[in-house]
């Protein structure tokens, strides 16, 4: 075995740039057995190693940098949830990141991304102008000092074409349920979650603190999000940037609109239906049964599980920033996703996450299951409920 | 004071109640020694062989036995629990509840009670791997030396068909719960451990797998006297053991878990690779460990067992435990540490470590002591009761031992005022 000289001064920069309990860790190589990339063959799975990655961190040795080393990481916090010593390592991961992001050796595919986020305040290289396109037709109304909720759409929702109709379900069912709610529009900017993640602080910070100034100057008490991924960024990253909202995931407002009865669903629509749990929803948020409850209140909807579900559900693979980054059909986690929801005979896999419809739908369309199985958002299967 | 006030009360009869108790007792101190089991010896009882001489706990618990017996300062109640307990040190009134065994001095274990009775119970020393009989005696060298009848079975017709097989008047149905008031000068308190609740360790497959057992069980599968004759078999099909996963730190280190080293798991699960290296010496055996732990001359054991071929080491804390449907064998994986590779190993048998959690954490006494987070109890506190053995912290047997003749002294001392 080679003998390798310790870099303190990167380990101690790593520490700084935000991986603070990167010396916690005892390698005992649990977060790597339980990481969904043991999962999968391929590239990734080979080299992504997030309990060796750590220790060449605190060692502060080089060799972890590459998009299918360091940057694999989904942040699906499977492991994080089991560490025995409770260290945070997606934590770890963005520090890591970061020291790279700051010196502009982030992986090529992330780089329009960020270019994106910066000129245009969305991950999509969308025009800022075109934010509310998605709502043409629909007549949504803007947040003012009258409205209870500010709806905050995911950029995925504002632009992508096929994720523009959960956008506009999450709308039709929350007008159903009464709810008083309005967006902003163009003047809005992503919230920062996956940049954050993807490791550029500043980038993340300037997104951040520009809605904040929006939100806080139009008077936003309450937020509710269509991605689990903005919750989990209003509610953990923005308070110490000034931003104090209450923020719920549109499935907790809508289960609880149906647990009142102020929301009627017709059941025309509804049938077997397998639920998989978005990472950010489960287990970043400790949200699994409002969408579950939702799903119950639609009248002869018979909820399926995955055999992974709730804390152990695996991940669709477009965290962290990886639904930027290509990985190859038969090394992706949403295949493994896909081929369960089929094996529990259902003919309806719903989730709650932009990114997830986006990774199952394409895995679902790949292998060619799309007759089998159709990928839907639980806001649309409200909506075709109604 | 004179030796009448040198009156002591233990409770828990497993090694520590009872070293405590006889060391006691046989420097002049009158002791009453309570067990809620109805025979003594604790955990202790269920072990196959102690390490790391590999001789069996019956030889040491026998001699104890053949202690009490012979000593008249010794009074031993089974079946016994504390109903209430308050005073200080000098001056405790304890009352007792004892349950009824339904079977009195008389009996003389020739087993015609069990032989008739057919309802059949999980058999609690075999960590209910076994049934047994509901008129049975404990193990086969419990002591007292007498069979006991389950409460669930009487008032019904086949505590009625025992009483009838006895050829000998010692079943007794009509026996009722009694109380007991004893005044006693110290109280020692030596309810021991019990094994981590390992299901709470999903991923390990405790509960969901039959052939994913405890360390604790795999003691029993392999005792002479334990539910298989000694034979290690597979519980799910009772095909012989051909290979073992030996998973360390089954919930312990863990600050979801258990977050303290039990300190006796890794010479436990050395030891049971012995058990199964010497039962069938074609098997193989996998021990995944976080780090072994094998303290001050325990590493002469370590380094035994480590010199056999067929026990592979690897560092690895294991993160999954599946079962294989092609071969129907346990599949174990997780990250094998030293070589950064996957660890993917088929075995007939998985057994998770499994940690000690004081007695203390669920059944604390009613006067106060010191305790730590996890309820180990870390001083007398304002109560003066007297902590002995795994209560205080998790010990093997030669420790336990030490800790409670130490523990003997202080109650001699403190029943005397001194």
Redesign the interface.
């Known amino acids: 075995m080679e003998t390798k000289i310790p870099f303190l001064e990167v380990s101690d920069a790593i520490v700084m740039s935000g991986a603070e309990t990167l010396y916690w860790c005892?390698?005992?190589?649990?977060c790597?057995?339980?990481c969904p990339w043991?999962l999968v063959p391929g590239e990734a799975s080979e080299q992504f190693?997030v309990?060796?990655v750590q220790r060449m961190g605190q060692l502060g040795l080089e060799g972890f940098e590459s998009e299918n080393c360091l940057f694999a990481c989904t942040t699906c916090r499977a492991c994080v949830?089991?560490?025995?010593?409770?260290v945070d390592i997606i934590g770890n991961i963005r520090g890591m990141r970061a020291m790279l992001a700051e010196v502009g050796t982030i992986p090529p595919s992330l780089k329009p991304i960020a270019g994106s986020l910066h000129s245009q305040g969305n991950p999509w290289s969308g025009p800022r102008e075109k934010r509310t396109e998605w709502t043409e037709g629909l007549d949504v109304p803007a947040f003012s000092a009258d409205t209870e909720y500010l709806l905050f759409v995911c950029c995925t929702s504002c632009y992508d074409i096929r994720s523009r109709k959960i956008a506009k379900a999450v709308v039709t069912s929350l007008r159903a349920a009464g709810i008083s709610f309005g967006i902003v529009g163009a003047e809005e900017s992503c919230c920062g979650e996956s940049i954050r993640k993807i490791g550029d602080e500043a980038l993340f910070s300037k997104l951040a603190e520009s809605n904040i100034n929006l939100y806080n100057g139009k008077g936003v008490k309450k937020i509710i999000v269509t991605s689990p991924h903005c919750l989990y960024t209003f509610n953990n990253e923005y308070p110490e940037l000034g931003g104090e909202y209450e923020v719920y995931h549109y499935t907790e407002i809508l289960a609880q609109a149906a647990a009142e009865g102020k929301i009627s669903l017709s059941g025309k629509m509804a049938g077997e239906v397998v639920m998989h749990d978005p990472c950010y929803l489960g287990r970043h948020n400790d949200i699994y049964d409002a969408p579950r409850n939702l799903i119950t209140s639609i009248p002869g909807a018979d909820i399926k599980e995955l055999a992974r579900n709730r804390k152990?559900s695996v991940c669709c693979g477009g965290g962290g920033g990886r639904v930027w980054m290509e990985t190859k059909a038969g090394e992706r986690f949403a295949e493994l996703r896909i081929t369960e929801a089929i094996e529990s005979g259902a003919k309806t896999l719903v989730t709650s996450c932009p990114y997830c419809i986006t990774m199952l739908e394409d895995s679902c369309n790949v292998m060619g299951k799309q007759s089998e199985l159709k990928v839907m958002d639980l806001s649309e299967l409200v909506a075709e409920n109604l | 004071m004179g030796d009448e006030n040198r009156k002591i009360l233990v409770v828990g009869g497993g090694i520590s109640g009872i070293t405590a108790a006889i060391e006691a007792a046989e420097a002049g101190a009158e002791v009453t020694l309570i067990e809620r089991n109805p025979y003594l010896g604790g955990r202790v009882t269920q072990l196959n062989q102690y390490f790391p001489k590999l001789c069996p706990p019956t030889c040491g618990l026998e001699i104890n036995f053949r202690r009490i017996k012979q000593n008249p300062k010794i009074s031993v109640y089974t079946l016994a629990e504390i109903e209430s307990l308050s005073g200080s040190p000098g001056n405790y009134q304890a009352v007792l509840k004892l349950n009824p065994r339904y079977v009195n001095d008389n009996c003389t274990c020739c087993g015609k009670c069990s032989e008739v009775c057919e309802t059949q119970i999980p058999n609690p020393v075999n960590y209910g791997m076994d049934t047994m009989p509901a008129a049975y005696l404990p193990h086969a060298m419990a002591f007292p030396f007498k069979y006991v009848l389950d409460p669930g079975i009487v008032g019904t017709e086949e505590a009625r068909k025992c009483l009838d097989a006895c050829k000998y008047n010692a079943i007794d149905l009509d026996m009722q719960p009694a109380s007991l008031n004893l005044n006693v000068g110290s109280v020692v308190w030596a309810t021991g451990w019990d094994p981590y609740e390992v299901e709470k360790v999903?991923?390990l497959g405790f509960g969901k797998y039959p052939d994913v057992i405890t360390s604790v069980m795999f003691e029993r599968l392999s005792a002479y006297n334990g539910p298989t004759g000694g034979k290690i078999i597979r519980p799910s099909d009772g095909k012989p053991v051909q290979s073992i996963a030996l998973v360390q730190?089954a919930g312990s280190?863990?600050?979801?878990?258990l977050a303290y080293c039990s300190g006796i798991c890794c010479l436990a699960s050395l030891k049971h690779a012995t058990y199964l290296r010497e039962k069938n010496p074609d098997s193989k055996v996998y021990m995944f460990y976080?780090d072994i732990r094998a303290m001050g001359k325990y590493e002469d054991f370590y380094v035994k067992v480590q010199s056999d071929e067929n026990v592979v080491l690897t560092?690895?804390?294991?993160?999954?435990v599946s079962i294989d449907r092609e071969s129907g064998q346990m599949l174990v994986?997780?990250?094998?540490?030293g070589r950064?590779e996957?660890?993917k190993q088929l075995v007939d048998l998985v057994v998770l470590a499994v940690g000690m959690k004081p007695g203390t954490a669920s059944c604390k006494p009613s006067l106060d002591m010191d305790y730590d987070d996890f309820g180990f109890v870390t001083g007398s506190g304002s109560s003066g009761l007297i902590p002995a053995g795994c209560v205080k912290a998790p010990m093997e047997v030669a420790a336990s031992l030490q800790d409670s003749t130490a523990a003997a002294l202080k109650a001699i001392s403190t029943a005397m005022g001194r």
């Open positions: 005892m390698q005992c190589g649990l790597t057995g339980t043991r190693n309990r060796l949830d089991r560490c025995p010593r409770g152990n | 999903d991923y730190c280190r863990d600050e979801n878990h976080i560092k690895s804390k294991i993160a999954r994986e997780g990250e094998d540490i950064s996957k660890v």
